[in-house]
Protein backbone atom coordinates (compact mmCIF):
# COMPACT_ATOMS: atom_id res chain seq x y z
CA UNK A 1 0.00 0.00 0.00
CA UNK A 2 2.59 2.69 0.92
CA UNK A 3 4.60 1.88 -2.35
CA UNK A 4 1.34 2.47 -4.77
CA UNK A 5 1.00 5.78 -2.42
CA UNK A 6 4.54 7.03 -3.18
CA UNK A 7 4.51 6.21 -6.49
CA UNK A 8 1.56 8.98 -7.04
CA UNK A 9 3.33 11.81 -5.36
CA UNK A 10 5.36 14.44 -7.28
CA UNK A 11 7.80 14.18 -4.53
CA UNK A 12 9.11 11.51 -6.20
CA UNK A 13 9.63 11.33 -9.53
CA UNK A 14 23.63 -0.46 -2.56
CA UNK A 15 24.69 -0.39 0.09
CA UNK A 16 22.99 -2.11 -2.61
CA UNK A 17 23.90 -0.99 -5.78
CA UNK A 18 24.41 -3.42 -9.02
CA UNK A 19 26.48 -2.02 -11.40
CA UNK A 20 26.03 -4.86 -14.03
CA UNK A 21 28.06 -3.30 -16.75
CA UNK A 22 29.34 -0.74 -18.77
CA UNK A 23 26.91 1.56 -20.29
CA UNK A 24 27.47 1.35 -24.30
CA UNK A 25 25.99 5.07 -26.55
CA UNK A 26 25.80 4.33 -30.49
CA UNK A 27 26.53 7.64 -31.93
CA UNK A 28 23.78 6.36 -34.76
CA UNK A 29 21.09 5.70 -32.54
CA UNK A 30 19.28 7.34 -29.99
CA UNK A 31 17.63 4.57 -28.59
CA UNK A 32 21.34 2.76 -27.86
CA UNK A 33 21.09 0.12 -25.34
CA UNK A 34 22.10 1.29 -21.65
CA UNK A 35 23.94 -1.60 -19.63
CA UNK A 36 24.73 -0.09 -16.65
CA UNK A 37 21.69 -0.54 -13.86
CA UNK A 38 20.83 0.04 -10.61
CA UNK A 39 18.64 -1.46 -8.13
CA UNK A 40 16.29 0.99 -5.70
CA UNK A 41 13.82 -0.34 -3.19
CA UNK A 42 10.23 0.56 -3.31
CA UNK A 43 8.57 -0.39 -0.90
CA UNK A 44 8.11 -4.30 -1.01
CA UNK A 45 9.50 -4.32 -4.34
CA UNK A 46 12.99 -4.08 -6.28
CA UNK A 47 13.13 -1.56 -9.19
CA UNK A 48 15.98 -1.28 -11.31
CA UNK A 49 17.02 2.04 -13.36
CA UNK A 50 19.87 2.31 -16.27
CA UNK A 51 22.76 4.90 -15.64
CA UNK A 52 22.55 6.86 -18.78
CA UNK A 53 26.28 8.05 -19.20
CA UNK A 54 25.53 10.97 -21.92
CA UNK A 55 23.15 12.88 -20.04
CA UNK A 56 23.46 14.75 -16.42
CA UNK A 57 20.82 16.42 -14.37
CA UNK A 58 20.93 20.20 -12.69
CA UNK A 59 18.92 20.91 -10.02
CA UNK A 60 17.30 24.37 -9.17
CA UNK A 61 18.72 27.24 -11.83
CA UNK A 62 16.78 29.17 -12.98
CA UNK A 63 15.83 29.77 -16.78
CA UNK A 64 18.62 32.86 -16.98
CA UNK A 65 20.96 31.76 -14.34
CA UNK A 66 24.18 30.54 -16.49
CA UNK A 67 24.53 26.87 -15.89
CA UNK A 68 27.59 25.15 -14.12
CA UNK A 69 27.07 22.37 -16.85
CA UNK A 70 28.00 24.97 -19.90
CA UNK A 71 30.65 26.15 -18.29
CA UNK A 72 31.79 22.35 -17.77
CA UNK A 73 31.09 21.37 -21.56
CA UNK A 74 30.13 24.38 -23.46
CA UNK A 75 28.79 21.77 -25.73
CA UNK A 76 25.85 20.62 -23.66
CA UNK A 77 22.41 20.76 -25.22
CA UNK A 78 19.72 20.37 -23.02
CA UNK A 79 17.25 17.54 -23.70
CA UNK A 80 13.38 18.03 -25.12
CA UNK A 81 11.49 18.59 -22.24
CA UNK A 82 13.79 20.19 -19.68
CA UNK A 83 11.57 22.23 -17.00
CA UNK A 84 10.58 22.60 -13.55
CA UNK A 85 13.23 22.27 -11.27
CA UNK A 86 15.45 20.15 -13.31
CA UNK A 87 17.82 20.30 -16.88
CA UNK A 88 18.46 17.75 -17.88
CA UNK A 89 21.81 18.38 -20.20
CA UNK A 90 23.55 16.33 -23.05
CA UNK A 91 27.24 15.72 -22.75
CA UNK A 92 27.97 13.35 -25.38
CA UNK A 93 31.86 12.71 -25.80
CA UNK A 94 33.20 13.22 -22.82
CA UNK A 95 32.05 11.35 -19.90
CA UNK A 96 29.02 12.37 -17.80
CA UNK A 97 30.95 11.86 -14.37
CA UNK A 98 33.81 14.38 -15.56
CA UNK A 99 31.71 17.02 -16.91
CA UNK A 100 29.41 15.85 -13.20
CA UNK A 101 33.05 16.83 -11.35
CA UNK A 102 33.93 19.95 -13.19
CA UNK A 103 30.05 21.60 -12.66
CA UNK A 104 30.43 21.03 -8.68
CA UNK A 105 33.96 22.53 -8.71
CA UNK A 106 32.31 25.57 -11.34
CA UNK A 107 29.12 26.08 -9.07
CA UNK A 108 29.71 24.18 -5.60
CA UNK A 109 26.17 25.26 -4.19
CA UNK A 110 24.17 24.02 -7.39
CA UNK A 111 22.87 20.57 -7.68
CA UNK A 112 23.65 17.71 -9.70
CA UNK A 113 22.95 14.00 -10.34
CA UNK A 114 23.55 11.62 -12.81
CA UNK A 115 20.74 10.30 -15.12
CA UNK A 116 18.84 7.26 -15.08
CA UNK A 117 16.32 5.47 -17.09
CA UNK A 118 13.63 3.47 -16.11
CA UNK A 119 14.37 1.48 -19.44
CA UNK A 120 17.18 -0.07 -20.63
CA UNK A 121 17.45 2.23 -23.97
CA UNK A 122 18.37 6.33 -23.78
CA UNK A 123 14.49 6.87 -24.78
CA UNK A 124 13.36 5.67 -21.77
CA UNK A 125 12.12 7.62 -19.16
CA UNK A 126 14.38 9.78 -17.16
CA UNK A 127 14.85 10.08 -13.85
CA UNK A 128 17.40 11.86 -11.47
CA UNK A 129 18.69 12.20 -8.08
CA UNK A 130 18.01 16.09 -6.31
CA UNK A 131 18.43 14.81 -2.79
CA UNK A 132 17.17 13.31 -0.11
CA UNK A 133 15.42 10.21 0.54
CA UNK A 134 11.69 9.12 2.06
CA UNK A 135 11.65 6.55 4.84
CA UNK A 136 8.51 4.84 5.85
CA UNK A 137 9.56 4.11 9.91
CA UNK A 138 7.60 1.16 12.32
CA UNK A 139 4.11 2.01 12.72
CA UNK A 140 5.09 2.07 17.02
CA UNK A 141 7.69 4.80 16.58
CA UNK A 142 7.24 7.54 18.74
CA UNK A 143 8.65 10.80 17.30
CA UNK A 144 11.16 11.36 19.86
CA UNK A 145 12.56 7.73 18.75
CA UNK A 146 12.24 9.06 14.74
CA UNK A 147 14.05 12.03 15.83
CA UNK A 148 16.81 10.30 17.73
CA UNK A 149 17.07 8.18 15.27
CA UNK A 150 17.73 10.66 12.03
CA UNK A 151 20.46 12.65 14.22
CA UNK A 152 22.48 9.12 14.66
CA UNK A 153 22.51 8.70 11.25
CA UNK A 154 23.58 12.48 10.40
CA UNK A 155 20.61 12.77 8.30
CA UNK A 156 18.17 15.84 9.43
CA UNK A 157 14.63 15.12 8.97
CA UNK A 158 13.00 17.57 5.97
CA UNK A 159 9.57 16.72 7.16
CA UNK A 160 6.99 14.34 7.84
CA UNK A 161 4.18 13.29 4.99
CA UNK A 162 0.55 12.90 5.50
CA UNK A 163 -0.09 10.21 3.41
CA UNK A 164 0.24 7.52 6.24
CA UNK A 165 2.04 7.38 9.68
CA UNK A 166 5.38 7.81 10.17
CA UNK A 167 6.75 8.78 6.63
CA UNK A 168 9.45 11.23 6.91
CA UNK A 169 11.58 12.97 4.57
CA UNK A 170 15.10 12.80 5.34
CA UNK A 171 17.77 15.49 3.54
CA UNK A 172 20.94 14.24 1.52
CA UNK A 173 23.06 15.46 -1.16
CA UNK A 174 21.97 14.95 -4.38
CA UNK A 175 23.68 12.49 -6.69
CA UNK A 176 24.11 8.67 -6.21
CA UNK A 177 24.73 9.19 -2.37
CA UNK A 178 21.02 9.48 -2.38
CA UNK A 179 20.21 5.91 -4.10
CA UNK A 180 23.25 4.44 -1.80
CA UNK A 181 21.83 5.98 1.39
CA UNK A 182 18.29 5.28 0.58
CA UNK A 183 19.14 1.59 0.07
CA UNK A 184 21.81 1.02 3.15
CA UNK A 185 18.53 2.14 5.61
CA UNK A 186 16.28 -0.25 3.77
CA UNK A 187 18.04 -2.96 4.16
CA UNK A 188 19.07 -2.37 7.87
CA UNK A 189 15.69 -3.85 8.86
CA UNK A 190 15.37 -0.74 11.22
CA UNK A 191 12.58 0.77 8.52
CA UNK A 192 9.45 -0.47 6.78
CA UNK A 193 11.40 0.58 3.94
CA UNK A 194 13.39 3.70 2.25
CA UNK A 195 13.51 4.97 -0.80
CA UNK A 196 15.56 7.89 -3.37
CA UNK A 197 13.52 10.93 -3.62
CA UNK A 198 13.40 10.91 -7.32
CA UNK A 199 13.01 13.70 -9.82
CA UNK A 200 10.85 11.94 -12.49
CA UNK A 201 10.29 12.83 -15.84
CA UNK A 202 6.88 13.77 -16.63
CA UNK A 203 5.81 12.31 -20.49
CA UNK A 204 2.66 12.89 -21.96
CA UNK A 205 1.14 10.36 -24.30
Known sequence: MFSKIIGLLPLLGALALVPLAHAQKSKADNAATLTTSYTWHDGERDQT????PALVAEFSALPGDESAVKRAHPAASAEPGSRGIARIWRVDGPAAERVLREARAANPAGKYSPVFS???????RKRALPGDIIVNFKPDWTESRINAWASAQGLPIASKLEIGPNIYVLKTDP???ALETANRIHQSGEVVSAQPNWWVEVTTR
Open 175 to 177: GLV
Open 49 to 52: VWLN
Open 118 to 124: DGAVDGA
